[in-house]
């Protein structure tokens, strides 16, 4: 097993399914800078399966898409745990939302935990049709949500 660096950066999302495609795409995006502080990983799951992924790092960077419609399709959001306190599910009824999952993971391996976990969460406008294509406000948000990564990995730990 390689050593884990302080930081990731984790896109979530699905390839086939339209606007969820965004944070696999900032995902690939920041892979591609090779930063040497920084792991770089993807994922098509929620809840519970997001413990094992974040132990052991400093800095965990969560980017996926959301839909609030309290925000026009395209807008880029930094939140943090507590902004998951209402969600109901993961990705089915059946998982627990990220909020659960996290508080879960803090008191199974609180050493391991990162203390320091965000989203960047861009409001979505398709999360339902089947496309290799994301809709055009959120195609135009990914460079916004990448140098919004970029800011926060450039933060001090």
Request: glycine share 6%; hydrophobic share 45%; net charge negative.
């Amino acid at each position: 097993m390689t050593e884990r660096k302080d930081k990731l950066v984790l896109g979530i999302g699905s390839p086939f399914i339209s606007d969820d495609q965004i944070g696999l795409r900032v995902a690939e995006a920041i892979m591609a800078m090779n930063l040497p502080d920084t792991d770089v990983d993807e994922a098509s799951v929620s809840g519970l399966d997001l413990i094992e992924m974040v132990l052991d790092y400093k800095r965990v960077i969560i980017v996926d898409a959301i839909t609030s419609r309290e925000f026009e399709p395209g807008t880029v959001r930094v939140l943090d745990r507590g902004a998951f306190t209402h969600a109901v599910h993961g990705t089915n009824p059946h998982e627990a939302n990220v909020v659960t999952a996290f508080e879960l993971g803090k008191r199974l391996e609180p050493q391991r935990f990162p203390d320091d976990i965000r989203f960047v969460a861009v409001e979505a406008q398709n999360t339902y049709d089947i496309s290799e294509e994301m809709t055009p406000p959120v195609k135009a948000a990914l460079p916004v949500a990448v140098d919004t990564v970029l800011r926060i990995l450039r933060e001090p730990l």
